[in-house]
C-alpha cells in the first residue's frame, strides 16, 4: 500500500513538470549498425525533414507486411514529404545475424541498425513490434502507432503529410 | 536491499525537482492481461479457485539531459496460468537511475545487460514468457578510446519478488579495429573484436558434494563484414559448475557459435553451426527450469509464427546439443514468368539438432566428470528437425498470400521431458492470404493443416480476421484436433476477438477455448495449460 501511495505521489509530482513521449525528443541510447559498430541514437538526422523510425524483426510477419507496403511507396513518400526512413531491429543474439542478410535481400532502401540488448526499445516503450514513431524536423516525437493492419500505411502517410506541412 | 531501493527512490526524486524540471521528459507504457477460467476436464482446463488471473505492469521512465530514472510496478492478481505463482503479489519490480553521457554510462538499481551473444551473460525482461533476470546492482561502460569500450557489472538476480543467491560479476571489452587503426575507417572489410569474463559467487553450502563457491566463464568473439558477406562466431567456456540442472557434475561447460553468409538484392544465403556443452549457468546452483539464467543459448531454428507450426516447438537444451541451420531466400523478379507482376519471394530453411557424441564415464562415485564428449561426431539421436518451404505472392494490389509447408521431427521425450513419446514427425500447410476489400477494410485468412500418426494426431485450423474503418478489428479462429485418436479429444478449440486500436492503444476482448500447450520466445519456453473463458489485453504507451 506504501508503495502504491509512494508510487501514485511520484506520477503526480513527476507529470507537473514533464511531458509524455508525444513532443519530446528521441531518447539518447546506443544501438548497433548492421556491422556491429556501436551507434548514438543523438545522431538520427534528416536536415530539418521528418523521420519515420519503425521498430520490427525477422521473425514478425505483421512487420515485414508494413515495411514491403512502405516500400512500394517510399520514393513517392519521399519525393513529397523528404522523410527518411530508419528501421530498428528488435531480433536477439538468435535472430540477430539474419537481420542485415534478410533486409539485403529485400532490397529495402531504409536506414536500418540493431536493437540487441533492447535499450532502444525499452527507452521508447515498446512493448511489442511493428510498432512506428514519426519525428518532426524538429527532432520531436508527434506521432506513433502500434501494431499492423494491411491500410495502416496510409494512416502513416495522412499523418506524415499533415507534420510535413508544419 | 532495503537501502538501495532507498537510496535510488530518493534520488529519483531529487533528480524530477531538480532545477530545468521543464526539459525533462517522462515516458511510460501500462500493459494489462487478463483472463477468466472455466473448469473444463475435457480439455484439461484446470479449476482455477479464483476463477480470474491478471498479469500488469507500468513503466514509468524520466529523462532530463544525461540522467534517467525509472521505476517498473508489476501485479499479478494472481498471475496468469501457465506462470509462475511466485509472480502472486504485486510491488515495484524495477528501479533505476543512471547517468550517461558520451564516454561514460553508470546505472545503479535494475538493468538488463548483454556480452556478444549472450553466451555467458544476458540478462533481459521477457513479459510474454515471464522471464526477467535482471541484475540489481551496478554497471559502468566506458569509451576508453575511439574505437574501444568497456563494461562491467555486478549485482544479484531478480527472482520473482526476491533475488537470487548469488553475486553475479562481469566485465566485458570490445575492439572497433576499423575505428581504432588510423585510415582503417574507409576500409570496407569491418572487424570487430570482444571478450569477456563473468564470474557467480554463491556460498559453497551444498551438504553432499564439495562445491565450488565461485564459478568463471569466459567468452571471445569475432565479427568480420564485407558488403554481402558476414561472419560471426563465438566461443565459451565455464568451469566446473556442479548444479541440479547437470546433476551436479564437475565436468565443464563449453559453448561454439559460428554464423555466415552472403547477401545481395533478391538472394540471400546464411548458415549457422552451433555446439552447446552442459553451458545451464545460473546464479543459484539448485534453481531449474528458467530462474535466475546469467547466460542466455540462443538455438538456431526459426521462431514458427502460425498457429500449428507452434504446436511443436523446439527449446535450446542447455545441457547438450549440436546443430546446423541453413536459410535460403530469393525473389523471382517482378515481370518475370515466375515473378508476375509483383515478384514472388521464396524462403526455403532447413535445422537440424542432434544429441551431443557422449560417451557415459560412470564416474559417479568418484570424480563426476559424467561423460566426455567427441565435438567433431555427430550422435544420430535427434533432437528436432525442421525443413520449412515459404513462398510469398502478390497477385495484384488487393490479393496476397503466403503459401508454407513444414516438414518436422521433434522427440517429445527429450525437449518437453517426457516419456515414451520419442520422436513425433509431423507436416504441416498452411495457406495464408490477405484480401483488401476497401482502403482500411481487409480480410485475412489462414487454412493450415497439420499431419501426423503420432501423439495427437492431426490438426486442422481456420481463421477469419477483418478490420473496420482505421481502429477496430474482429476474428473467429478454430482449431480442431479432428485426428485425436481418442474419440472425446477429437475437440474444437475455437476463439472469437475484438478490439481497437488508435495510436499506442491496443485493446483486445477475447472469448473461447485455448489448447494447452508451449509458448516459446527465441528458444526459451514456458507451459500454457488448457483454458476456457473470457481475456483482456491492454497496452498502451505514453
Same mark, same amino acid.
Given at each position: 500500500m506504501k508503495k502504491i501511495i509512494f508510487l501514485l505521489f511520484l506520477l503526480a509530482s513527476v507529470n507537473v513538470f514533464a511531458q509524455g =513521449?508525444?513532443?519530446?525528443?528521441v531518447p539518447t541510447v546506443q544501438v548497433k549498425t548492421m556491422d556491429g559498430s556501436a551507434f548514438s541514437t543523438s545522431k538520427f538526422s534528416n536536415n530539418g525533414k521528418p523521420i519515420i523510425i519503425d521498430f520490427w524483426a525477422t521473425w514478425c510477419k505483421p512487420c515485414i507486411a508494413e515495411l514491403d507496403a512502405i516500400s512500394d511507396n517510399y520514393a513517392q513518400w519521399q519525393k513529397e514529404t523528404g522523410v527518411k526512413i530508419i528501421t530498428i531491429s528488435v531480433d536477439d543474439a538468435r535472430t540477430m545475424a539474419k537481420v542485415a542478410p534478410f533486409f539485403k535481400e529485400k532490397g529495402w532502401l531504409y536506414e536500418s541498425y540493431l536493437d540487441p540488448n533492447q535499450d532502444f526499445q525499452h527507452a521508447m516503450q515498446v =512493448?511489442?513490434?511493428?510498432y512506428v514513431f514519426i519525428i518532426d524536423g524538429n527532432g520531436q516525437i508527434v506521432w506513433m502507432h502500434t501494431s499492423y493492419m494491411e491500410g495502416d500505411e496510409d494512416k502513416l502517410y495522412d499523418a506524415l503529410k499533415k507534420v510535413a506541412k508544419k | 536491499m532495503k537501502k538501495i531501493q532507498l537510496i535510488v527512490s530518493l534520488l529519483f526524486v531529487s533528480v524530477v525537482n531538480a532545477q530545468s524540471l521543464t526539459d525533462g521528459q517522462l515516458r511510460g507504457s501500462i500493459e494489462i492481461d487478463a483472463q477468466t477460467y472455466r473448469h473444463d476436464s475435457l480439455i484439461g482446463a484446470p479449476a482455477v479457485p479464483e476463477k480470474m488471473g491478471l498479469n500488469s505492469f507500468a513503466q514509468l521512465d524520466y529523462t532530463n539531459g544525461k540522467i534517467s530514472a525509472g521505476i517498473r510496478y508489476e501485479a499479478y492478481e494472481n498471475a496468469l496460468q501457465g506462470y509462475d505463482a511466485r509472480y502472486n503479489g504485486q510491488g515495484i519490480a524495477n528501479k533505476y537511475l543512471r547517468f550517461a553521457d558520451s564516454t561514460i554510462d553508470v546505472t545503479v538499481g535494475d538493468f538488463y545487460e548483454q556480452f556478444g551473444?549472450?553466451?555467458i551473460l544476458r540478462s533481459y525482461w521477457q513479459y510474454q514468457l515471464g522471464v526477467d533476470n535482471s541484475i540489481d546492482g551496478v554497471r559502468l561502460k566506458y569509451n576508453i578510446c575511439k574505437g574501444i569500450s568497456v563494461k562491467g557489472v555486478i549485482g544479484h538476480q531478480r527472482y520473482y519478488w526476491g533475488e537470487g543467491a548469488g553475486i553475479v560479476r562481469g566485465v566485458d571489452g570490445e575492439i572497433n579495429l576499423n575505428e581504432l587503426i588510423p585510415h582503417w575507417d574507409t576500409i570496407k572489410t569491418k572487424i570487430i573484436l570482444g571478450g569477456s569474463f563473468v564470474s557467480n559467487y554463491q556460498v559453497p553450502d551444498n551438504t553432499t558434494y564439495n562445491v565450488p563457491g565461485n564459478v568463471g566463464a569466459t567468452a571471445g568473439r569475432i565479427s568480420i563484414n564485407n558488403g554481402g558477406f558476414s561472419f560471426y562466431s563465438e566461443y565459451a567456456y565455464k568451469i566446473n559448475d556442479p548444479s541440479v540442472v547437470n546433476n551436479y557434475i564437475y565436468k565443464p561447460g563449453q559453448a561454439f557459435l559460428l554464423r555466415t553468409g552472403y547477401s545481395t538484392k533478391g538472394f540471400s544465403f546464411s548458415v549457422s553451426g552451433e555446439s552447446m556443452d552442459n553451458m545451464s549457468f545460473k546464479s543459484d546452483r539448485t534453481a531449474t527450469k528458467n530462474d535466475l539464467d546469467i547466460n542466455y543459448l540462443p538455438t538456431l531454428p526459426r521462431d514458427e509464427t502460425y498457429q500449428l507450426a507452434q504446436i511443436y516447438p523446439y527449446a535450446t537444451q542447455p545441457n547438450g546439443e549440436m546443430g546446423v541451420d541453413a536459410e535460403l531466400r530469393y525473389t523471382l523478379p517482378k515481370e518475370s514468368v515466375l515473378g508476375g507482376k509483383y515478384g514472388t519471394e521464396l524462403d526455403a530453411e532447413v535445422s537440424a539438432i542432434n544429441a551431443l557424441d557422449t560417451t557415459n564415464l560412470n564416474d559417479l562415485n568418484t570424480n563426476r566428470l559424467g561423460y566426455s564428449v567427441n565435438y567433431f561426431g555427430v550422435n544420430s539421436e535427434i533432437y528436432f528437425n525442421n525443413t520449412t518451404i515459404e513462398l510469398k505472392h502478390k497477385f495484384s494490389p488487393k490479393f496476397r498470400m503466403i503459401l508454407q509447408y513444414v516438414d518436422e521431427a521433434y522427440n517429445k521425450d527429450v525437449i518437453q521431458q517426457e516419456v515414451g513419446y520419442q520422436i513425433v514427425h509431423c507436416n504441416i500447410g498452411i495457406f495464408d492470404g490477405y484480401y483488401r476489400i476497401a482502403s482500411s477494410n481487409t480480410l485475412h485468412f489462414e487454412f493450415q493443416e497439420l499431419l501426423t500418426k503420432q501423439d495427437q494426431g492431426n490438426w486442422a485450423f481456420g481463421m477469419a480476421e477483418m478490420n473496420f474503418g482505421s481502429n477496430w478489428f474482429a476474428g473467429l479462429l478454430d482449431e480442431y484436433n479432428y485426428g485425436n485418436p481418442i474419440a472425446n479429444q477429437q475437440i474444437h478449440y475455437y476463439t472469437i476477438t475484438g478490439g481497437y486500436t488508435k495510436n499506442a492503444l491496443r485493446v483486445s476482448l477475447g472469448y473461447g477455448k485455448t489448447r494447452s500447450g508451449i509458448l516459446c520466445v527465441g528458444g526459451v519456453c514456458r507451459q500454457i495449460p488448457a483454458s476456457d473463458g473470457f481475456s483482456l489485453s491492454l497496452t498502451e504507451s505514453f
Open positions: =513521449m508525444k513532443n519530446s525528443k =512493448m511489442t513490434c511493428p | 551473444s549472450g553466451l
